[in-house]
Nanobody, 123 residues
Framework: QVQLVESGGGFVQAGGSLRLSCAASGGTFSGYAMAWFRQAQGKEREFVAAISWSDSTYYADSVKGRFTISRDNAKNTVYLQMNSLKPEDTAVYYC?????????????????WGQGTQVTVSS
């Protein structure tokens, strides 16, 4: 089990960029698949992107080509670079971890979650 803390959220105009970070602690980062999910107000939480221990990646269609997930295993940190942001990207963004080599876009597959960071995109 690891503890996850997100940072980097904020307020940005449409077309702008933000970089989210998720720092893991309390356990080894080795072998963990990491993911970002988001939850807009009044909606269910949805998958955004995932990255495996070996840097394989997987994106939701809605963010493909605009968002990039990456990780720095030496720093136990995963990132989400968000470009060309749209108002519909407004949500609380959550980091999640799963002790596995297999990527998943299923929320229930992830064991550890951060507290979330708010991203607001104005039109």
């Amino acid at each position: 089990q690891v503890q996850l803390v997100e940072s980097g959220g904020g307020f940005v105009q449409a077309g702008g960029s933000l970089r989210l970070s998720c720092a893991a602690s309390g356990g080894t980062f080795s072998g963990y698949a990491m993911a970002w999910f988001r939850q807009a107000q009044g909606k269910e939480r949805e998958f955004v992107a995932a990255i495996s221990w070996s840097d394989s990646t997987y994106y939701a269609d809605s963010v493909k080509g605009r968002f990039t997930i990456s990780r720095d295993n030496a720093k136990n940190t995963v990132y989400l670079q968000m470009n060309s942001l749209k108002p519909e990207d407004t949500a609380v963004y959550y980091c999640a971890a799963r002790k596995t080599l297999v990527l998943s876009d299923f929320e229930g597959a992830y064991d550890d979650w951060g507290q979330g960071t708010q991203v607001t995109v104005s039109s």
